[in-house]
Nanobody, 116 residues
Framework: QVRLVESGGGLVQPGGSLRLSCAAS????????MSWYRQAPGKERELVAT????????NYADSVKGRFTISRDNAKNTVDLQMNSLKPEDTAVYYC?????????WGQGTQVTVSS
């Protein structure tokens, strides 16, 4: 059974940091590119960051470049998102996704709220 379980969300003040983690099971993790997406209320889901199977290529949305860092550990089947200098506009539900050109799996999401 494929599972992607996000954790680490919560309430943080502007300028603060959070580290999200996604634990994967039920599939060959190292064969999948991994991504973090987010969806704010009333908005479409958007891509935040992507890391390729071996971690050699990483891409970020312009809105998070320089503030967020994606990383993966293929031995532990996890992908993390370190989020620094958080802004109120980063408030959203954050999802991890595992994907190949042929299929994709989503986690259930974790809420991140940036507010004073």
């Amino acid at each position: 059974q494929v599972r992607l379980v996000e954790s680490g969300g919560g309430l943080v003040q502007p300028g603060g940091s959070l580290r999200l983690s996604c634990a994967a099971s039920g599939f060959t993790f190292s064969s999948y590119a991994m991504s973090w997406y987010r969806q704010a209320p009333g908005k479409e889901r958007e891509l935040v960051a992507t890391i390729t199977r071996g971690g050699g290529t990483i891409n970020y949305a312009d809105s998070v470049k320089g503030r967020f860092t994606i990383s993966r550990d293929n031995a532990k089947n996890t992908v993390d998102l370190q989020m620094n200098s958080l802004k109120p506009e980063d408030t959203a539900v954050y999802y991890c996704k595992a994907e190949t050109p042929y299929r994709g799996f989503w986690g259930q999401g974790t809420q991140v709220t940036v507010s004073s």
